[in-house]
C-alpha cells in the first residue's frame, strides 16, 4: 500500500477543499493518505483582515516527515504565476533531504487556483517541477485520461500539468464537480504509479 501525503497551503479554503478530493481520489486507488498543510506565514491579526480561512483542521507538517511518504501531492494557489510563498517556503528548507537524497525515486504531483482563467495555473505547476526533479522525484500530472479536462462547455480549471480551480476576483466561485472530479482523478493516479514504484 502506498504511503501518500497530500501538503496544501490554502488562504480561502479553495485548495483546501481540492486537498480533500485529491486525497478521496488516493484513497479510492488504495492508498494510505495523509493531508496536512504548510505553516502560515502572515501574521494572525493580517490574516484575519484578510478574510483568511482560519479554521482549517489538517495539522501542520514538518520538512523532515517528507521521507515518510511515497507519494506527495502539493497544492497552493498562484501567487503572480508561481507557487504561493507559504508553500515555497516549506520546499525551500528541504536541502537536508535533498543533500542525503531521502526523496529520490518518490513522486510529485501539483494542484493550483487562481482567480481568473489564465492566471498563471500552469506557469504555476510547471515553475514547481523542478523542486521535485532536483529532489530526484518521479513528477506525474493529470493525463488525459481524465477526460473532463477537454471542451468548452464550461469554464473550468485542468491541464494535462495538474488539477486546478478558478476562484473569480472576489473568491466566489467554489471548486466544481468536474474539477473535484479532475483532483480525485490525480489522487488516484499519483497513488497508483507510487504502488507500482514500490
Do not use: C
Not at 42 to 53: D, F, G
Not at 90 to 119: I, M, P
Request: net charge negative; glycine share 12%.
Amino acid at each position: 500500500m502506498a504511503k501518500v501525503l497530500v501538503l496544501y497551503y490554502s488562504a480561502y479554503g479553495h485548495i483546501e477543499t481540492m486537498a480533500y478530493a485529491v486525497a478521496e481520489g488516493a484513497k479510492s486507488a488504495g492508498a494510505d493518505v495523509t493531508v496536512k498543510r504548510v505553516p502560515e506565514l502572515v501574521p494572525t491579526e493580517v490574516a484575519k483582515a484578510s478574510h483568511y480561512k482560519m479554521d482549517q483542521s489538517a495539522p501542520i507538517a514538518t520538512v523532515d516527515e517528507l521521507a515518510d511518504y511515497d507519494a506527495i501531492i502539493v497544492g497552493a494557489g498562484t501567487r503572480f504565476g508561481t507557487v504561493a510563498s507559504q508553500m515555497r517556503n516549506f520546499w525551500d528548507q528541504t536541502g537536508g533531504l535533498w543533500f542525503t537524497g531521502k526523496l529520490v525515486g518518490k513522486v510529485g504531483s501539483v494542484f493550483t487556483s487562481s482567480a481568473t482563467q489564465h492566471g498563471g495555473q500552469e506557469s504555476t505547476i510547471l515553475g514547481f517541477i523542478p523542486t521535485f526533479l532536483h529532489q530526484g522525484m518521479v513528477v506525474a500530472g493529470l493525463p488525459y485520461a481524465f477526460q473532463g479536462q477537454m471542451g468548452v462547455d464550461e469554464i473550468k480549471g485542468g491541464s494535462p500539468y495538474g488539477a486546478s480551480t478558478i476562484t473569480d476576483g472576489d473568491g466566489s466561485r467554489q471548486p466544481s464537480a468536474i474539477e473535484l472530479e479532475a483532483a480525485k482523478y490525480q489522487g488516484a493516479h499519483v497513488a497508483k504509479i507510487a504502488a507500482k514504484l514500490g
